[in-house]
C-alpha cells in the first residue's frame, strides 16, 4: 500500500458539512439543485481522469481495473458515510470503469 500522501494512496479526509440553515423549502431546493449540478460536473471529471488512467496502464501492460486500489477507494466511502458509502462508491466506480468484468 503506497505511503500516505504518495501517489495511489487515497485521501481520508473527514469532511465537515458547511450547509447553511434555510428558511424556506424553495431556497433549500435551490441549493441541493447547485450541489446536483456540481456533483454531475465532479463526476463527469472524475470518469475522464479515470479513462486515461486506466488507457496509460494498459499501455503499459497492465491490467485495466486494479483491485487494490478500488478497495482502499471504497473504504475511504465508508469511513466517510458508512454503508451508503459503499453503495455510493461501487456506483462512482461502475460509472468511471464499467462494469468490472469488462
Ligand atoms: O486509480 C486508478 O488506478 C484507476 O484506474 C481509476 C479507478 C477509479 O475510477 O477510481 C478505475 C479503475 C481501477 O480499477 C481503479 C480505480
Known amino acids: ?5 504518495a501517489p495511489g494512496d487515497v485521501a481520508h479526509a473527514r469532511v465537515v458539512s458547511t ?9 433549500g431546493r ?3 439543485d447547485d450541489i446536483d449540478a456540481q456533483l454531475r460536473a465532479l463526476l463527469t471529471n472524475r470518469r475522464d481522469l479515470s479513462s486515461q488512467i486506466q488507457s496509460l496502464r494498459q499501455v503499459e501492460g497492465g491490467p485495466r481495473i486494479e483491485h487494490a ?7 475511504s466511502w465508508a469511513d466517510e458515510l458508512g454503508p451508503r458509502g459503499v453503495e455510493i462508491a ?3 466506480l461502475t460509472l468511471c470503469r464499467g462494469a468490472a468484468s469488462q
Do not use: D, Q
Request: charged letters at 15%.
Open 30 to 32: 435551490g441549493l441541493i
Open 90 to 92: 461501487l456506483a462512482v
Open 19 to 27: 450547509a447553511p440553515t434555510i428558511s424556506s423549502i424553495a431556497e
Open 69 to 75: 486500489r478500488e478497495n482502499r477507494i471504497i473504504a
Open 1 to 5: 500500500m503506497p505511503a500516505p500522501g
